[in-house]
């Protein structure tokens, strides 16, 4: 049995959100014993790199939001061979989430539900996570930002700003969750009288900050897969002519059959994601960027999300249940 294998399933003994975290740290300990690339065999990082949005991709296969809530493992990650991670989603200050349990794993429907709510240890000390693994991390960078839980809808618009800035010297990009639905009211944000103003307002402070760069820092918006065709189209357009760079389709669920609360992921999130894709697609063109994110669980997936016109894929469940089989597996996809 390979390390991998072994691993994953000692894993499934612990309890989800201890099993996460015990995954993660083990990983960093055999990163700091030079043991990395000897239990986790990689072919090579730089397959099929891109250029997108002013950025170097080395592969197109990256973290999705959440894995790395607070920026201590992004440079482990990257050593894996994932060509990109975005950390977070950060918030403006430490929220300790919504109270447990609050993370639920299937392992035989390869199903994940969360509503673990922005647990994280807030932006000031992230960014000190960040400076300090940066250097080690051969990678694109995404930084997840996300409203505080008490902040209310109409003012969420200061937080996002604020992370902005926070933020503006080391992420290489932007990705604006609006989409997590386990704090409240943020989905809201994709309602008419809030989407428009928060994008407006998303695009001048990028336009600040981005003053003395040679390039501007790219905004990705996280869609729900949960949105309405019609609300879909209007933001997706809005976004587009306002300047947004890309999309990230799709964030978990709320549309399903467990009686648990929180969002789900992992393989019975493939077909949602995949028809969110399709739809986008045909609806902005060849040129605006798309991750895919969603039931990403095999080598198929993967190459089915490029045919579906997808620039990068994100893995979130599939790494979970998978590990670095997966993670090999898709950077074979991504080279043909
Ligand atoms: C436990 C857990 C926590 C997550 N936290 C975040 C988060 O903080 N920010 C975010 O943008 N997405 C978050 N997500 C959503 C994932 O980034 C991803 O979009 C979603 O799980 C769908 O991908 P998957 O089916 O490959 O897991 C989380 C998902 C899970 C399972």
């Given at each position: 049995?390979?390390?991998?294998?072994?691993?994953?399933?000692?894993?499934?003994?612990?309890?989800?959100?201890?099993?996460?975290?015990?995954?993660?740290?083990?990983?960093?300990?055999?990163?700091?014993?030079?043991?990395?690339?000897?239990?986790?065999?990689?072919?090579?990082?730089?397959?099929?790199?891109?250029?997108?949005?002013?950025?170097?991709?080395?592969?197109?296969?990256?973290?999705?939001?959440?894995?790395?809530?607070?920026?201590?493992?992004?440079?482990?990650?990257?050593?894996?061979?994932?060509?990109?991670?975005?950390?977070?989603?950060?918030?403006?200050?430490?929220?300790?989430?919504?109270?447990?349990?609050?993370?639920?794993?299937?392992?035989?429907?390869?199903?994940?539900?969360?509503?673990?709510?922005?647990?994280?240890?807030?932006?000031?000390?992230?960014?000190?996570?960040?400076?300090?693994?940066?250097?080690?991390?051969?990678?694109?960078?995404?930084?997840?930002?996300?409203?505080?839980?008490?902040?209310?809808?109409?003012?969420?618009?200061?937080?996002?700003?604020?992370?902005?800035?926070?933020?503006?010297?080391?992420?290489?990009?932007?990705?604006?969750?609006?989409?997590?639905?386990?704090?409240?009211?943020?989905?809201?944000?994709?309602?008419?009288?809030?989407?428009?103003?928060?994008?407006?307002?998303?695009?001048n402070k990028r336009e600040q900050i981005s003053k003395g760069f040679s390039a501007k820092k790219?905004?990705?918006?996280?869609?729900?897969?949960?949105?309405?065709?019609?609300?879909?189209?209007?933001?997706?357009?809005?976004?587009?002519?306002?300047?947004?760079?890309?999309?990230?389709?799709?964030?978990?669920?709320?549309?399903?059959?467990?009686?648990?609360?929180?969002?789900?992921?992992?393989?019975?999130?493939?077909?949602?994601?995949?028809?969110?894709?399709?739809?986008?697609?045909?609806?902005?063109?060849?040129?605006?960027?798309?991750?895919?994110?969603?039931?990403?669980?095999?080598?198929?997936?993967?190459?089915?999300?490029?045919?579906?016109?997808?620039?990068?894929?994100?893995?979130?469940?599939?790494?979970v249940f998978r590990g670095n089989e997966l993670l090999q597996d898709c950077l074979e996809i991504?080279?043909?």
């Amino acid at each position: 049995m390979s390390f991998n294998n072994f691993a994953l399933k000692f894993s499934r003994y612990l309890p989800p959100e201890q099993s996460n975290k015990f995954s993660l740290e083990a990983l960093k300990i055999i990163s700091h014993l030079n043991l990395l690339d000897a239990l986790f065999p990689k072919k090579t990082k730089e397959i099929n790199s891109i250029n997108l949005m002013g950025l170097n991709f080395p592969n197109r296969v990256g973290v999705a939001g959440g894995l790395d809530k607070n920026a201590n493992y992004f440079h482990i990650l990257g050593k894996l061979g994932f060509g990109f991670v975005e950390v977070g989603t950060v918030t403006l200050k430490p929220q300790s989430g919504n109270p447990k349990p609050r993370l639920y794993r299937f392992n035989d429907q390869e199903t994940i539900i969360n509503s673990l709510g922005f647990n994280n240890i807030g932006a000031f000390k992230a960014l000190k996570n960040i400076e300090k693994n940066k250097k080690n991390f051969d990678g694109i960078l995404g930084i997840s930002i996300g409203k505080g839980k008490d902040i209310k809808i109409d003012r969420a618009h200061e937080d996002y700003l604020h992370l902005m800035d926070f933020f503006k010297d080391v992420g290489d990009y932007f990705a604006i969750n609006i989409s997590s639905p386990n704090t409240k009211d943020l989905r809201n944000l994709t309602k008419d009288d809030y989407f428009n103003n928060l994008v407006d307002k998303i695009m001048n402070k990028r336009e600040q900050i981005s003053k003395g760069f040679s390039a501007k820092k790219p905004i990705i918006v996280k869609i729900s897969p949960d949105e309405s065709i019609d609300n879909l189209e209007k933001i997706v357009t809005y976004c587009k002519q306002s300047g947004v760079d890309g999309f990230i389709l799709t964030n978990t669920s709320l549309d399903h059959d467990y009686k648990i609360p929180g969002g789900l992921s992992g393989s019975q999130l493939r077909h949602k994601a995949e028809e969110s894709l399709k739809f986008v697609r045909s609806i902005v063109g060849q040129e605006t960027n798309i991750i895919a994110s969603g039931g990403i669980m095999t080598k198929e997936d993967a190459l089915n999300r490029f045919k579906l016109k997808a620039d990068l894929i994100q893995l979130y469940s599939g790494f979970v249940f998978r590990g670095n089989e997966l993670l090999q597996d898709c950077l074979e996809i991504s080279s043909t």
